[in-house]
């Protein structure tokens, strides 16, 4: 299936200055706003208090939450849980109020008795900075495996364009979570995990041509081939991140609050995704000097070939 018939090869290196720049303008903008704003850590990082309410029919979930916002709860996170009667509620930790106290005016709001009740916990903030450090220590260690993989499989300079172009993408969906303080949840770390392995595949099938038509290509410099091999892939590109994106949009919209967050970044890893397999990952393996004496593998000399090359006397 081909979307784009292209009969000349689309000239993308001629525009790496201005994405350059492009990118350089957004990794410190994501920067700056991790510095002044941080991320708007969920429960999972932050802890707070657990509310089980059993309900004697069905709950309806968005009128539980407009009855929450409406109260004062505007951070509260509702989801069924065992059963379509039985909700459990999330809420922010609130400075000198006690769980029992929490819980009742939880009740109050959603104009419940107590005995509906069936049970209050307090999550503490130990588990929140556990789950941060063994997020951030899957991420780096992903980081590290892919430059170990990529180099043995391709090259260096591959290697280093591959983790430069997954930190890039990393770095703008924080960036882009700070920017608009969206809530950062399990959720929405998985997804930052998802949006790795996702860039990684784009960028593993583009450098994977590129090493392909480098040794094919017998004409053209680095450039050139670069620009032919990106052509060559941009039809399975589209047509990749569109199945995608058309899923995401689906859970995005009607996937319900506790997969938004997970949505969201998603959707925006695709695109950015796709941008830096493009203007990242190929740019720095050019400006690294990729070139075809690098992936042409070296000619093993067979034994005995200076003998048979000997003439007879």
């Known amino acids: 299936m081909q979307l784009l018939k292209l009969k000349e090869t689309v000239s993308f290196m001629s525009l790496r200055v201005p994405a350059m720049i492009f990118s350089a303008v957004l990794m410190l903008a994501s920067i700056a706003s991790l510095a002044t704003n941080s991320l708007n850590w969920g429960l999972d990082f932050t802890g707070g208090t657990l509310v089980e309410v059993g309900y004697d029919q069905e709950a ?152 392909e038509n480098f040794r094919k290509v017998r004409k053209g410099g680095p450039e050139e081939i670069i620009n032919i091999s990106l052509t060559q892939t941009l039809n399975r590109t589209i047509i990749t991140s569109m199945t995608t994106i058309f899923v995401l949009l689906a859970l995005f919209f009607v996937g319900g609050a506790l997969i938004h967050g997970f949505a969201t970044a998603l959707l925006f890893g695709v695109f950015i995704g796709t941008y830096s397999s493009i203007y990242v990952a190929s740019l720095v393996a050019l400006m690294l000097g990729i070139s075809k004496e690098d992936l042409i593998p070296a000619e093993v000399e067979k034994e005995g070939e200076e003998l048979e090359s000997t003439p007879f006397n």
């Open 60 to 211: 309806n979930l968005p009128q539980i939450r407009e009855q929450l916002q409406a109260s004062g709860f505007p951070d509260a996170v509702v989801q069924n849980f065992g059963s379509s009667s039985e909700v459990l509620i999330r809420l922010a930790p609130r400075d000198n109020v006690k769980a029992s106290e929490l819980s009742n005016q939880v009740m109050d709001a959603l104009n419940l008795e107590t005995s509906n009740i069936r049970r209050v916990e307090f999550v503490g903030p130990s588990v929140g900075e556990e789950l941060t450090e063994q997020g951030g220590l899957a991420m780096l260690v992903a980081l590290l495996c892919i430059l170990v993989y990529v180099a043995m499989r391709f090259e260096w300079r591959f290697a280093l364009g591959s983790v430069v172009a997954l930190a890039h993408d990393v770095l703008l969906t924080l960036g882009l979570f700070s920017f608009l303080q969206l809530e950062f949840d399990l959720t929405v770390l998985a997804a930052v995990l998802a949006v790795i392995g996702y860039s990684l595949n784009d960028t593993i099938v583009v450098s994977d041509r590129i090493r």
